[in-house]
């Protein structure tokens, strides 16, 4: 392989490892906030032992986050020194603002929380955690930005004698259509994670009779945040998928297998395509579904992959145009179905719960504990579809994946770091299952404050164990 095939995969590994740990941060941090606020509005201790519960297994999560975030950033300098060179006067603004304003509040008031209890006032204590939350969206918007800037490139022109794009407008790059359309598909995914994760430990801490009133309360809050997210993630992806196919209309004809322009287009639910003649020998479809999806009208007009081929070559010159297609159609199959599998299982316990029932079937507690995998499946689905489907671009329409790497770095220099990262991310993933399940495992803390301090007293706080 090349040093630009093992550049890509590396990229690919550690941003996919990365983003397993970004939703469930999004999410769990809001989750950890809401209990937290319920055990200072209600004086329940059972809020405050689900508040430390759930707080630690969130503060393992973001631990292990900021690791694999700072690697994937050093990728931009070590592998992709052409793209860094070409266009880190644009990309590293939004980062840099996301380093400066939005981690440092995250981390700061993170801190200040692990560190708070019983010595600052508990509604200051409180603020801590929604400030740490709100840093942590803010920090995902800066990153979609940066992001959204590569899939639909504003505010910016070419220096042909510098050789490099340069910033005009960093307005137009944080008001970039395409972040205010990913921005809040990408959060809701995050509450879906958190939804899921929180309910589907409370159902296993329910089937074995653990703490079965508090982790009642738990898993109706975590499959109440997974329902509500999965019908905000059917929506926010509905516009997602209209700038989609506005901006990168060939991302949207690849996820569809649709060779060729056509109005009233059908939604492709299985496809065997025949790429090198550009034709599909079978494609199952919901007809005029794709239309609506990407046009709002079920007569609308969806461009082809040959149309745009022919397109892009007359643009852009000689070259295949065309994403892997066969990874873009499914990924986003994939995406879809996961998610909605998740959202089922959420809605089959939020009815089980209803009027203060306590499930006790068998099926659906062994439904809510397997769930737990499928919104990270379908977050990982998403990005490698927004990735891959933009290929063959690192900046959509402006510089190539094949002129982006480090000219000067070896395949085996490549291959040598590959392998280090797989082997270090495999140490790290075993130390965090193995970390939350040692907590999980443990159960609710004991936590014993005053009978007759309410608590937000300032002279007899409860005692809280120190993290």
Known sequence: MSSLDLARWQFGIVTVYHFLFVPLTIGLSVLVAIMQTRWHRTGDVRWLRMTKFWGKLFLINFALGIVTGIVQEFQFGMNWSDYSRYVGDIFGAPLAMEGLLAFFLESTFIGLWIFGWDRLPPRVHLACIWIASIGISLSAYFILAANSWMQHPV?????????????????????????LAAWPHTIAGGFLVGGIFVGSISAWSMRRGRDTDAFRSTAK?????????????????????????????????????????????????????????????????????LSFLATNSFDGQVRGINDLQEEYVSTYGPGDYRPVIGITYWTFRLMIGFGMLAGAVALAWVWALRRGRTPTNRWLLRAGIWALPLPFLANSMG??????????????????????????????????????????????????????????????????????????DEAERPLAFSY
């Open 155 to 179: 505010g910016f022109r070419i220096n042909e004698e510098a050789g490099r794009a340069e910033l005009t407008s960093i307005w137009a790059v944080l008001s970039n259509p395409t972040v």
């Open 221 to 289: 809050l975590g499959f109440v945040t997974a329902l509500v997210a999965t019908a905000v993630v059917s929506v926010s992806g509905h516009a997602f998928a209209q700038v989609m196919t506005e901006q990168q209309p060939m991302k949207m004809a690849a996820a569809e297998a649709l060779w060729e322009t056509e109005d009233g287009a059908g939604f492709s639910l299985f496809a065997v395509g025949d790429i090198e003649n550009g034709r599909n020998h079978i494609n199952l479809q919901i007809p005029s579904a």
């Open 383 to 456: 990005w490698i579809f927004t990735e891959m489907g933009r290929q063959p671009w690192t900046v959509f329409g402006v510089l190539l994946t094949a002129d982006s790497d480090s000219p000067t770095v070896q395949a085996w220099q490549v291959a040598t770091s590959l392998g280090t990262y797989t082997v270090v991310y495999a140490v790290l993933a075993v130390v965090e299952v193995a970390l939350i399940l040692k907590y999980v495992r443990a159960g609710l803390p004991d936590v014993a404050p005053p009978a007759d301090a309410a608590p937000d």
